[in-house]
């Protein structure tokens, strides 16, 4: 069982399963469909009435099928009260809508599946999610960023060689910081310069990557790995300072540590996926490429960039145009 079902009833727990192995979410997801679905339980007054003090037996398992009962009665009435409760205490429209999508998501598994006679969230109205245009660094930036990378690793230091090739990888692949510190060994391809990576939905891609990238990827096999592996090591691509996988918190403070020492703005990892993006499109690459490079599911998602892009050519046009 785990750790999400623990604590769930059948209802939950069954969605769960659906979430897991039919449409093939990361548990980071799973984790936030259920918290959200909880979340919408507990204002629906999900502890009204239960025991409490020495005579309260009842215990998770209890809790957890008035969890499920209470979301099984839900009404339309109910789910719109609920976004309504969370739009004014001033939660983002990009987390009412993530909210909203848990809840669609679970009635329309539950009417399917004969949990409920209908479906309540069938007509629900969600905020959509804030457009916001991703933060890239100029071509400028991400060079001097990676040249100082580099630079740290010329001391040898086997951390300093894994940031170097992991800051390279994300950068030349646009590689997400989970799917990075996920990479065996085996995934790589040095004659093809090609990575294979799982991303979202255990879907299966493979990225190419440059020159540079496979230097610091060599580099960091031949003298880096090497000095931190431990018996119980097995194929990760790149390791821990005791040995093990990466965790990605790792590799986002090594961003952060390799930004302040460039002298560049701080950005997370998934700023230098946001900046092979853009640069790809600037450079002339389609936004079909892109979005098999970027492994988005949605070609809509990818288009985000396009705007980075328009936005970038708008500002230099004000500057140097005579007539702007």
């Known amino acids: 069982m785990s750790p999400t079902s623990a604590a769930s009833g059948e209802l939950l727990t069954s969605f769960e399963g659906y979430l897991r192995h039919q449409r093939g979410l990361s548990q980071?997801?799973?984790?936030?469909?259920?918290?959200?679905?909880?979340?919408?339980?507990?204002?629906?007054?999900?502890?009204?009435?239960?025991?409490?003090?020495p005579d309260a037996t009842t215990g998770s398992a209890a809790r957890a099928a008035r969890t499920d009962a209470v979301l099984a009665a839900a009404t339309l009435a109910d789910l719109r009260g609920w976004l309504g409760s969370m739009a004014a205490a001033g939660l983002s429209r990009t987390s009412l809508a993530r909210r909203g999508a848990s809840v669609r998501a679970?009635?329309?598994?539950?009417?399917?599946?004969?949990?409920?006679?209908?479906?309540p969230a069938a007509r629900l109205a969600s905020a959509r999610a804030a457009t916001t245009l991703p933060t890239v660094l100029s071509a400028e930036d991400a060079a001097r960023l990676l040249d100082v990378a580099r630079t740290r690793a010329d001391d040898g230091d086997p951390l300093h060689l894994r940031d170097w090739a992991?800051?390279?990888?994300?950068?030349?692949?646009?590689?997400?910081?989970?799917?990075?510190?996920?990479?065996?060994?085996?995934?790589?391809?040095f004659a093809d310069r090609?990575?294979?990576?799982?991303?979202?939905?255990?879907?299966?891609?493979?990225?190419?990557f440059g020159a540079p990238a496979a230097q610091a990827l060599d580099t960091w096999l031949e003298r880096g790995r090497p000095a931190l592996v431990v018996p119980t090591t097995g194929t990760a691509l790149f390791l821990g300072g005791r040995g093990r996988r990466v965790d990605p918190r790792q590799l986002r403070e090594a961003v952060h540590r390799v930004c302040r020492a460039a002298e560049v703005e701080d950005v997370?990892?998934?700023?230098?996926?946001?900046?092979?993006?853009?640069?790809?499109?600037?450079?002339?690459?389609?936004?079909?490429?892109?979005?098999?490079?970027?492994?988005?599911?949605?070609?809509?998602?990818?288009?985000?960039?396009?705007?980075?892009?328009?936005?970038?050519?708008?500002?230099a046009y004000h500057l140097a145009h005579p007539r702007a």
């Open 28 to 53: 980071h997801t799973v984790r936030a469909y259920l918290g959200d679905l909880r979340a919408l339980a507990a204002h629906l007054g999900v502890d009204k009435g239960a025991a409490s003090g």
């Open 106 to 119: 679970f009635y329309s598994w539950a009417a399917d599946t004969g949990r409920v006679e209908s479906d």
């Open 166 to 189: 992991a800051l390279e990888l994300i950068y030349a692949s646009g590689l997400r910081v989970g799917e990075v510190a996920a990479l065996d060994v085996t995934h790589l391809d």
């Open 194 to 208: 090609l990575v294979r990576v799982l991303g979202k939905g255990g879907k299966e891609r493979m990225v190419p």
């Open 268 to 315: 997370a990892p998934h700023a230098l996926r946001h900046s092979a993006a853009t640069h790809l499109l600037a450079g002339g690459s389609d936004l079909r490429s892109v979005q098999e490079v970027l492994g988005h599911a949605s070609l809509a998602t990818t288009q985000r960039y396009t705007h980075v892009s328009a936005e970038r050519l708008r500002a």
